[in-house]
Nanobody, 125 residues
Framework: QVQLVESGGGSVQAGGSLRLACAVPGNIIGTKCMGWFRQAPGKEREGIASISGVGWNYYADSVKGRFTISQDRAKSTLYLQMNSLKPEDTAMYYC???????????????????WGRGTQVTVSS
């Protein structure tokens, strides 16, 4: 079981920014596909961004151009920079680790086996 711990969530007004962080074990960061997911009340958990061990990124259309996923191997941390936030971005955000080194463009929940507990993001209009 891989321990992942998210932080950085909070409340922000529409148009604002937040940066989420996820502490990742040193033997995982940079070697596995990592992803960010979110789940709003009453909705399915959706994949919004992923990054391969070699740094290739994928984004869901709903966040493309506004969110940026990155990883810092020296700090063993995965990030999600979120800009131009909208009320519809309100959700619990989770980081996840895949068993694969390379991500595919689907950002499918089925490809990720280890999850953090989440951090809440609330965007007000």
């Amino acid at each position: 079981q891989v321990q992942l711990v998210e932080s950085g969530g909070g409340s922000v007004q529409a148009g604002g920014s937040l940066r989420l962080a996820c502490a990742v074990p040193g033997n995982i960061i940079g070697t596995k596909c990592m992803g960010w997911f979110r789940q709003a009340p009453g909705k399915e958990r959706e994949g919004i961004a992923s990054i391969s061990g070699v740094g290739w990124n994928y984004y869901a259309d709903s966040v493309k151009g506004r969110f940026t996923i990155s990883q810092d191997r020296a700090k063993s941390t995965l990030y999600l920079q979120m800009n131009s936030l909208k009320p519809e971005d309100t959700a619990m955000y989770y980081c996840a680790a895949s068993w694969a080194r390379y991500c595919n463009g689907a950002i499918s929940r089925a490809d990720f086996g280890d999850w953090g507990r989440g951090t809440q993001v609330t965007v007000s209009s």
